[in-house]
């Protein structure tokens, strides 16, 4: 089995997913770092240098290469799901779960974390706010179609193990 942690940046994908997987003795990937491995350079100077459409067409392969592993828990970059039919594969895989927080909560978490980030790297605290709320309105038609959602804020791994039904 694997488990596809779904959610906006900040929503505690990678924290979350080293949690659960070491909880069900699985293994653990996050996409991103698999990419920025794949790719010798971070996803914020690949995306400066050959721009998003390039970024999602290598997301999107790795994305396929963790579709032969099993027992894993794979944490995944914000927009993976909401670019070419990459929602439906994951869903067809593997059980989808969507880390849900309100745009106060991921703005609140992302304000000192918006280096590494490049959609919000020049952001004001003010403008994160607003990019966040445009972006999840976007994003959240496809979040919101996963085999589960949970509540991000005080997420207790236990929870979320019960309604795997592993």
Do not use: W
């Amino acid at each position: 089995m694997k488990v596809y942690l779904i959610g906006y940046m900040g929503s505690g994908k990678t924290t979350v997913g080293k949690k659960l997987a070491r909880s069900l003795n699985y293994e653990f990937i996050d996409l991103d770092s698999q990419i920025e491995a794949v790719l010798g350079t971070t996803i914020s100077d690949f995306f400066q240098e050959k721009g998003e459409d390039a970024f999602r067409e290598i997301e999107r392969e790795e994305l396929h290469n963790t579709f032969q592993v099993e027992n894993t828990v794979i944490s995944l970059g914000g927009g993976t799901p909401c670019f070419f039919d990459n929602l439906e594969q994951i869903n067809k895989h593997g059980k989808s779960v969507y880390l849900k927080l309100s745009a106060t909560s991921l703005a609140s978490r992302l304000q000192n974390a918006k280096t590494p980030r490049p959609l919000i790297k020049d952001l004001t605290d003010g403008e994160l706010f607003e990019f966040i709320q445009q972006q999840l309105g976007e994003r959240e038609r496809f979040y919101n179609r996963t085999h589960i959602l949970i509540k991000g804020e005080n997420l207790k791994i236990q929870d979320l193990v019960s309604l795997l039904n592993l």
